[in-house]
């Protein structure tokens, strides 16, 4: 039975087209501060932004690629199997009902992604089911609208505080390693025939040029 003495369980969500380096790095941190392990979601239909390049089955298996050989960071495909929109708070409920109510989770969000949680659907409701680990990103320090800063004020907890004993509704702040990596920026370089060479696991790299996901127009 899962309950607020549990290992928290740890989520991150995003498009991963394709996995990089800067999201593993940040994935790895997060995990040892929060004792947890972390679950490496992507999102079938991103629901705010135009269709990823690689399909969504192909960006699952480059995570898989990304993450062989450790236990500690995993992929979580459970947003492929819906094809409507990838809406945050229905996984999080989903996973809610799974682990019980009394769970603490953690939603791993860059601070660029963050800073656009209130253009979220039902965004205030997220706070309820789920605790949020911001991480720090170079070249992305975007200033929170009010109406997000007047939300998590009160709401922030220092990684040693008592968010454990909670199952959700504090900010807690990762300084993870600086990399400033994004895969808009990988996505061009192979657009123009450079090689994103250790931006991205070698693995990656090599079912890229296997599979020319980001060099064949669809
Ligand atoms: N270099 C990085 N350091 C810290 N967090 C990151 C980094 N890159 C991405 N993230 C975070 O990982 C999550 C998923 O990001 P996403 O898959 O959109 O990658 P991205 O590099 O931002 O992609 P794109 O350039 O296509 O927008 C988001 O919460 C994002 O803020
Ligand atoms: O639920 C929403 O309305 C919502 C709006 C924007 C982004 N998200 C989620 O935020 C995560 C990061 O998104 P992205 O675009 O930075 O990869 C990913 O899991 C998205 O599904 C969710």
Redesign the pocket.
């Known amino acids: 039975m899962s309950d607020a003495s549990a290992a928290p369980i740890a989520l991150?969500?995003?498009?991963?087209?394709p996995v990089?380096n800067?999201?593993l790095r940040?994935a790895w941190e997060a995990s040892a501060w929060l004792g947890a392990r972390v679950r490496l979601m992507p999102a079938n239909v991103p629901p705010h932004r135009p269709q990823p390049q690689a399909p969504a089955a192909a960006r699952a298996a480059m995570l898989r690629l990304a993450l062989h050989g450790q236990e500690r960071l995993v992929v979580d495909d459970r947003e492929l199997r819906r094809d409507s929109p990838s809406f945050t708070v229905d996984t999080l409920r989903e996973l809610r009902a799974e682990v019980g109510a009394r769970h603490p989770l953690v939603l791993?969000?860059?601070?660029?992604?963050f800073a656009g949680l209130a253009s979220w659907r039902e965004w205030r409701e997220l706070f309820a089911l789920t605790h949020f680990g911001v991480?720090?990103?170079p070249g992305?320090e975007p200033a929170w609208p009010g109406e997000l800063q007047a939300e998590v004020a009160g709401r922030e907890c220092a990684l040693d505080g008592d968010w454990r004993s909670a199952p959700a509704g504090f900010v807690l702040r990762l300084d993870?390693t600086a990399?400033?990596?994004?895969?808009?920026?990988i996505?061009q370089q192979l657009a123009v025939g450079e090689e994103p060479r250790y931006l991205v696991p070698e693995a990656v790299l090599a079912a890229i040029r296997a599979e020319g996901w980001y060099t064949r127009r669809a």
């Open positions: 991150m969500g995003g498009t991963f087209d990089h800067g999201h940040a791993l969000v860059g601070e660029d992604a991480m720090t990103r992305h993870v990399l400033e990596i994004s895969a808009t920026a996505r």
